[in-house]
T-cell receptor
Framework: TQLLEQSPQFLSIQEGENLTVYCNSS?????LQWYRQEPGEGPVLLVT???GGEVKKLKRLTFQFGDARKDSSLHITAAQPGDTGLYLC????????????WGLGTSLAVNP | DTGVSQDPRHKITKRGQNVTFRCDPI?????LYWYRQTLGQGPEFLTY????????KSRLLSDRFSAERPKGSFSTLEIQRTEQGDSAMYLC???????????FGPGTRLLVL
Protein backbone atom coordinates (compact mmCIF):
# COMPACT_ATOMS: atom_id res chain seq x y z
CA THR A 1 0.00 0.00 0.00
CA GLN A 2 1.42 3.34 -1.07
CA LEU A 3 0.83 5.80 1.74
CA LEU A 4 1.55 8.84 -0.42
CA GLU A 5 -0.01 8.88 -3.85
CA GLN A 6 1.46 11.24 -6.41
CA SER A 7 -0.27 12.19 -9.61
CA PRO A 8 0.26 12.32 -12.43
CA GLN A 9 3.07 9.80 -12.62
CA PHE A 10 4.33 11.22 -15.92
CA LEU A 11 3.81 14.63 -17.49
CA SER A 12 5.12 16.01 -20.77
CA ILE A 13 4.30 19.61 -21.60
CA GLN A 14 5.46 22.47 -23.78
CA GLU A 15 7.53 25.37 -22.51
CA GLY A 16 5.32 28.13 -21.12
CA GLU A 17 2.47 25.89 -19.96
CA ASN A 18 1.29 25.65 -16.36
CA LEU A 19 1.02 22.40 -14.43
CA THR A 20 0.02 21.03 -11.06
CA VAL A 21 1.34 17.93 -9.31
CA TYR A 22 -0.61 16.36 -6.47
CA CYS A 23 0.45 14.42 -3.41
CA ASN A 24 -2.40 12.73 -1.52
CA SER A 25 -2.74 10.52 1.52
CA SER A 26 -5.31 9.32 4.02
CA UNK A 27 -2.75 9.91 6.77
CA UNK A 28 -2.01 13.13 8.58
CA UNK A 29 1.54 14.43 8.34
CA UNK A 30 3.31 16.76 10.73
CA UNK A 31 5.31 18.11 7.79
CA LEU A 32 5.63 17.51 4.09
CA GLN A 33 8.53 18.14 1.80
CA TRP A 34 8.97 18.49 -1.94
CA TYR A 35 12.17 17.44 -3.67
CA ARG A 36 13.37 17.66 -7.27
CA GLN A 37 15.74 15.08 -8.66
CA GLU A 38 17.69 15.12 -11.90
CA PRO A 39 18.94 11.91 -13.54
CA GLY A 40 21.98 10.46 -11.79
CA GLU A 41 21.77 12.87 -8.87
CA GLY A 42 20.27 12.83 -5.40
CA PRO A 43 17.00 14.63 -4.58
CA VAL A 44 17.31 18.33 -3.80
CA LEU A 45 14.97 19.84 -1.24
CA LEU A 46 12.65 22.52 -2.63
CA VAL A 47 10.41 23.31 0.32
CA THR A 48 9.05 22.06 3.64
CA UNK A 49 5.46 22.84 4.67
CA UNK A 50 4.32 22.30 8.23
CA UNK A 51 1.06 24.21 8.81
CA GLY A 52 -2.32 23.18 7.42
CA GLY A 53 -3.34 25.55 4.63
CA GLU A 54 0.19 26.89 4.27
CA VAL A 55 1.23 28.28 0.88
CA LYS A 56 4.86 28.80 -0.03
CA LYS A 57 6.25 30.29 -3.22
CA LEU A 58 9.62 29.67 -4.77
CA LYS A 59 9.88 31.81 -7.91
CA ARG A 60 7.49 30.13 -10.38
CA LEU A 61 6.72 27.25 -8.02
CA THR A 62 3.81 27.42 -5.57
CA PHE A 63 3.42 24.78 -2.86
CA GLN A 64 0.29 24.26 -0.79
CA PHE A 65 -0.32 22.06 2.22
CA GLY A 66 -3.90 20.91 2.68
CA ASP A 67 -5.93 22.21 5.61
CA ALA A 68 -6.07 18.71 7.11
CA ARG A 69 -2.37 18.12 6.44
CA LYS A 70 -3.16 15.03 4.38
CA ASP A 71 -2.33 16.36 0.94
CA SER A 72 -0.21 18.86 -0.92
CA SER A 73 0.16 20.33 -4.36
CA LEU A 74 2.93 21.84 -6.43
CA HIS A 75 1.99 24.31 -9.14
CA ILE A 76 4.51 25.48 -11.73
CA THR A 77 3.75 28.57 -13.77
CA ALA A 78 5.20 29.06 -17.24
CA ALA A 79 7.26 25.89 -17.15
CA GLN A 80 10.77 25.95 -18.61
CA PRO A 81 12.98 23.13 -19.90
CA GLY A 82 15.12 23.56 -16.79
CA ASP A 83 12.15 22.40 -14.69
CA THR A 84 12.48 18.92 -16.19
CA GLY A 85 13.06 16.29 -13.53
CA LEU A 86 11.49 13.93 -11.02
CA TYR A 87 9.41 15.68 -8.39
CA LEU A 88 9.05 13.79 -5.14
CA CYS A 89 6.91 14.48 -2.11
CA UNK A 90 7.74 13.04 1.30
CA UNK A 91 5.81 13.32 4.54
CA UNK A 92 6.73 12.93 8.16
CA UNK A 93 4.09 11.21 10.25
CA UNK A 94 3.88 12.18 13.88
CA UNK A 95 5.70 9.72 16.11
CA UNK A 96 7.18 7.84 13.16
CA UNK A 97 10.73 7.86 14.43
CA UNK A 98 11.68 10.65 12.01
CA UNK A 99 11.30 8.42 8.95
CA UNK A 100 9.88 10.05 5.85
CA UNK A 101 7.13 8.41 3.81
CA TRP A 102 7.87 8.88 0.12
CA GLY A 103 5.67 9.18 -2.92
CA LEU A 104 6.72 7.45 -6.14
CA GLY A 105 7.36 10.75 -7.88
CA THR A 106 6.12 12.68 -10.89
CA SER A 107 8.42 12.64 -13.89
CA LEU A 108 8.12 15.99 -15.67
CA ALA A 109 9.45 16.75 -19.15
CA VAL A 110 9.22 20.31 -20.43
CA ASN A 111 9.81 20.49 -24.15
CA PRO A 112 11.26 23.66 -25.74
CA ASP B 1 29.70 23.25 4.30
CA THR B 2 30.22 20.99 1.30
CA GLY B 3 26.99 19.07 1.61
CA VAL B 4 26.56 15.33 1.79
CA SER B 5 29.17 13.41 -0.16
CA GLN B 6 29.16 9.80 -1.27
CA ASP B 7 31.90 7.59 -2.59
CA PRO B 8 32.17 6.03 -5.08
CA ARG B 9 29.69 7.65 -7.46
CA HIS B 10 29.57 4.56 -9.62
CA LYS B 11 30.37 0.90 -8.96
CA ILE B 12 30.25 -2.04 -11.33
CA THR B 13 30.75 -5.44 -9.78
CA LYS B 14 30.23 -9.08 -10.55
CA ARG B 15 27.54 -11.11 -8.88
CA GLY B 16 28.78 -12.60 -5.63
CA GLN B 17 31.30 -9.88 -4.86
CA ASN B 18 31.13 -7.63 -1.80
CA VAL B 19 30.88 -3.86 -2.13
CA THR B 20 31.14 -1.02 0.39
CA PHE B 21 29.87 2.51 0.00
CA ARG B 22 30.77 5.52 2.10
CA CYS B 23 28.69 8.53 3.08
CA ASP B 24 29.98 11.73 4.68
CA PRO B 25 27.06 13.74 6.05
CA ILE B 26 26.87 17.48 6.57
CA UNK B 27 28.98 18.20 9.60
CA UNK B 28 27.03 18.44 12.86
CA UNK B 29 24.05 16.58 11.41
CA UNK B 30 23.31 13.80 13.87
CA UNK B 31 20.81 11.91 11.74
CA LEU B 32 21.91 9.83 8.75
CA TYR B 33 19.76 7.78 6.40
CA TRP B 34 20.38 5.23 3.66
CA TYR B 35 17.92 4.75 0.83
CA ARG B 36 17.78 2.65 -2.30
CA GLN B 37 16.21 3.98 -5.48
CA THR B 38 15.45 2.25 -8.75
CA LEU B 39 14.79 4.03 -12.02
CA GLY B 40 11.62 6.12 -12.02
CA GLN B 41 10.76 5.31 -8.41
CA GLY B 42 10.99 7.25 -5.18
CA PRO B 43 13.62 6.40 -2.56
CA GLU B 44 13.05 3.27 -0.44
CA PHE B 45 14.13 3.60 3.18
CA LEU B 46 16.86 1.16 4.24
CA THR B 47 18.17 2.30 7.61
CA TYR B 48 18.60 5.28 9.91
CA UNK B 49 21.20 6.39 12.44
CA UNK B 50 20.94 8.88 15.27
CA UNK B 51 24.59 9.64 15.97
CA UNK B 52 26.27 6.23 16.10
CA UNK B 53 23.13 4.31 17.02
CA UNK B 54 21.29 2.44 14.27
CA UNK B 55 17.67 3.05 15.29
CA UNK B 56 15.74 1.40 12.50
CA LYS B 57 16.29 -1.08 9.68
CA SER B 58 13.85 -1.75 6.89
CA ARG B 59 12.68 -5.26 6.11
CA LEU B 60 14.19 -4.55 2.70
CA LEU B 61 17.59 -4.76 4.36
CA SER B 62 18.44 -8.44 4.12
CA ASP B 63 21.21 -10.03 6.14
CA ARG B 64 23.56 -9.41 3.21
CA PHE B 65 23.33 -5.68 3.95
CA SER B 66 25.04 -4.03 6.89
CA ALA B 67 25.50 -0.39 7.78
CA GLU B 68 27.71 1.25 10.35
CA ARG B 69 28.36 4.70 11.69
CA PRO B 70 31.06 3.99 14.25
CA LYS B 71 31.90 7.52 15.39
CA GLY B 72 28.64 9.21 14.60
CA SER B 73 30.10 10.95 11.58
CA PHE B 74 30.60 9.09 8.29
CA SER B 75 28.72 5.89 7.54
CA THR B 76 29.38 2.81 5.43
CA LEU B 77 26.92 0.49 3.72
CA GLU B 78 28.21 -2.95 2.81
CA ILE B 79 26.50 -5.44 0.55
CA GLN B 80 27.83 -8.98 0.70
CA ARG B 81 27.42 -11.58 -2.06
CA THR B 82 25.82 -9.06 -4.40
CA GLU B 83 22.93 -10.11 -6.60
CA GLN B 84 21.70 -8.58 -9.85
CA GLY B 85 18.62 -7.35 -8.00
CA ASP B 86 20.87 -5.16 -5.86
CA SER B 87 21.53 -2.91 -8.88
CA ALA B 88 20.17 0.50 -7.95
CA MET B 89 21.10 3.99 -6.82
CA TYR B 90 22.07 4.04 -3.14
CA LEU B 91 21.36 7.41 -1.56
CA CYS B 92 22.55 8.82 1.72
CA UNK B 93 20.89 11.74 3.46
CA UNK B 94 21.58 13.61 6.67
CA UNK B 95 19.46 15.83 8.83
CA UNK B 96 19.89 18.24 11.73
CA UNK B 97 18.50 17.51 15.15
CA UNK B 98 15.24 19.37 14.69
CA UNK B 99 12.59 18.81 12.08
CA UNK B 100 12.67 16.24 9.37
CA UNK B 101 14.41 18.03 6.53
CA UNK B 102 16.87 15.68 4.88
CA UNK B 103 19.72 16.67 2.64
CA PHE B 104 20.79 14.12 0.07
CA GLY B 105 24.12 13.18 -1.38
CA PRO B 106 24.60 12.54 -5.09
CA GLY B 107 24.21 8.79 -4.65
CA THR B 108 26.23 5.73 -5.59
CA ARG B 109 24.99 3.92 -8.65
CA LEU B 110 25.60 0.17 -8.38
CA LEU B 111 25.46 -2.21 -11.31
CA VAL B 112 25.79 -5.92 -10.57
CA LEU B 113 26.64 -7.99 -13.63
Amino acid sequence: TQLLEQSPQFLSIQEGENLTVYCNSSSVFSSLQWYRQEPGEGPVLLVTVVTGGEVKKLKRLTFQFGDARKDSSLHITAAQPGDTGLYLCAGERAGNNRKLIWGLGTSLAVNP
Amino acid sequence: DTGVSQDPRHKITKRGQNVTFRCDPISEHNRLYWYRQTLGQGPEFLTYFQNEAQLEKSRLLSDRFSAERPKGSFSTLEIQRTEQGDSAMYLCASGPGQGETQYFGPGTRLLVL
